[in-house]
């Protein structure tokens, strides 16, 4: 599975962006996708992931409230709905799946092989 990350931009603190995970020539059945982050001069932290047969969801702490992980069966993607976001949230997002990730791990970046581009995420104060 190839994947590819979109749906960063430029917000200001409080506002929301959609990141949406989207693989090409493959679908997610089977695979554990997760969302990660990596800020400037950081270490690459989980942020949300989902379990996509059982729709399974767990989060890093600091987003639990204010973001949701969802798949979209139609378009095959995963979806990453951020609100009420904050300067600290500033980062690049990258998603990542693997198949073989056993849930306990599903926040170790790395458990997961295959990752996505990135896309920028700014918030302003």
């Known amino acids: 599975v190839q994947l590819q990350a979109s749906g960063g931009g430029l917000v200001q603190a409080e506002g929301s962006l959609r990141l949406s995970c989207a693989t090409s020539g493959d679908t997610f059945r089977g695979y554990n996708v997760g969302w990660f982050r990596q800020a400037q001069g950081k270490e690459r932290e989980f942020v949300a992931g989902?379990?996509?047969?059982?729709?399974?969801?767990a989060y890093e702490d600091s987003v639990k409230g204010r973001f949701t992980i969802s798949k979209n069966n139609a378009k095959n993607t995963v979806d990453l709905q951020m609100n009420i976001l904050k300067p600290e949230d500033t980062a690049v997002y990258y998603c990542?799946?693997?198949?073989?990730?056993?849930?306990?791990?599903?926040?170790?970046?790395?458990?997961?092989?295959?990752w996505g581009q990135g896309t920028q995420v700014t918030v302003s104060s």
């Open positions: 990542a799946a693997d198949r073989g990730v056993i849930w306990s791990a599903i926040g170790d970046s790395r458990a997961y092989h295959t």
């Open positions: 989902i379990r996509w047969n059982s729709g399974h969801t």
